[in-house]
């Protein structure tokens, strides 16, 4: 089957750097997605990781190491804008290029 | 450029009632999506669409929601009879359909919040 694990919940603060892991276990591998939803909003893109290694993208930099089925969403500089969920995809060969979601981390920024 | 449009924002509904949500994607877009997203877990795919033909609706309860997109555009989703376990954001996403390196970025609606009662 297919599954991604990602922790449910992790509190940093204002300023500081967070790291969200993701891990998977999927037949056949395309990809890791990740997106960003406010309380109330809708998921909105945030990264792709295709190759392995990192890609940045202002304060928000994510990498991704297909032999250990692993990826991660790092935030620096944290403000609290930045308390939302964020979740990690996967996208496969044999899924049409749907995305397979984890259940989300929730972000909780402290002052 | 115009984002995904949904339609209600909210809908409150008793249950064993009939209820439909409408989806315009965005301009050019040939994927459209419906998720269902129950508080605190992802977004879980109910359809998909390639076009105006049905590429994944194998998570669909089709006993009681259906989905059309005429024309390759707009989109409905509808649930009929509702049940108290419907009570969700329903999403809507599309895509231009195009993989670039396995990546087909989607872009969402702002949901529609339903619930039964």
């Known amino acids: 089957g297919q599954s991604l694990e990602q922790p449910s919940e992790v509190t940093a603060v204002e300023g500081a750097i967070v790291q969200i892991n993701c891990t998977y276990q999927?037949?056949?591998?395309?990809?890791l997605s990740w997106y960003q939803q406010h309380d109330g909003g809708a998921p909105t893109f945030l990264s792709y990781n295709g190759l392995d290694g990192l890609e940045e993208t202002g304060r928000f930099s994510s990498f991704l190491s297909r032999s250990d089925s692993y990826g991660y969403l790092r935030l620096q500089e944290l403000q609290m804008k930045d308390s939302a969920s964020y979740f990690c995809?996967?996208?496969?060969?044999?899924?049409?290029?749907?995305?397979?979601w984890g259940a989300g981390t929730k972000l909780i920024i402290k002052p | 450029e115009a984002g995904v449009a949904q339609s209600p924002r909210y809908k409150i509904i008793e249950k064993r009632q009939s209820v439909a949500f409408w989806c315009n994607p965005i301009?050019?877009?040939?994927?459209l999506y419906w998720y269902q997203q129950i508080l605190g877990q992802g977004p879980k795919l109910l359809i998909q669409f390639q076009n105006n033909g049905v590429v994944d609706d194998s998570q669909l309860p089709k006993d009681r929601f259906s989905a059309e997109r005429l024309k390759g555009v707009d989109s409905t989703l509808k649930i009929q009879p509702a049940k108290l376990e419907d009570s969700a954001v329903y999403l809507c996403?599309?895509?231009?359909?195009?993989?670039?390196?396995?990546?087909?970025?989607?872009?969402f609606g702002p949901g529609t919040r339903l619930t039964v009662l």
């Open positions: 995809a996967v996208s496969a060969p044999w899924s049409n290029y749907q995305l397979i």
């Open positions: 999927t037949s056949g591998f395309y990809g």
């Open positions: 301009s050019g877009h040939a994927t």
């Open positions: 996403a599309s895509s231009l359909g195009l993989s670039r390196g396995g990546s087909d970025t989607q872009y």
